[in-house]
């Protein structure tokens, strides 16, 4: 299962750019799509979880700011964020969770899309 990102760059603060990201491949079934970002310090987290019936969590830097929303029936999923901070700055990967057919699970994480955040 292959998966890619798109959407990242240059961003002013307080902007609103939109990440997409796309599932590819023999895929049965998509459990979990998130979207997970790694900042310049290194540090790994969680920026936004979205379940096949809905549930979403966020991480707490990002609540109340992005918002995630997926398409079960294209295998997509976007992240809408709002009044970008310099600190969103990171490496955006996307992740989806799932089966290849009944018995065969599969983990897979895209390439990361860089945003960057500056005036």
């Known amino acids: 299962v292959h998966v890619v990102e798109s959407g990242g760059g240059l961003v002013q603060p307080g902007g609103s750019p939109t990440l997409f990201c796309a599932a590819s491949?023999?895929?049965?079934?998509?459990?979990?799509m998130a979207w997970d970002r790694q900042t310049p310090g290194n540090r790994r987290e969680l920026g936004a979880l979205r379940t096949s019936s809905g549930s979403t969590n966020y991480g707490h830097s990002v609540q109340d700011r992005f918002t995630i929303s997926r398409s079960n029936a294209e295998n997509t999923v976007y992240l809408q964020m709002n009044n970008l901070k310099p600190e969103d700055a990171a490496i955006y990967y996307c992740?989806?969770?799932?089966?290849?057919?009944?018995?065969?699970?599969?983990?897979?994480w895209g390439q990361g899309t860089q945003v960057t955040v500056s005036s």
């Open positions: 992740n989806a969770r799932g089966f290849q057919s009944a018995d065969e699970s599969y983990e897979s």
């Open positions: 491949g023999t895929i049965f079934s998509i459990g979990d």
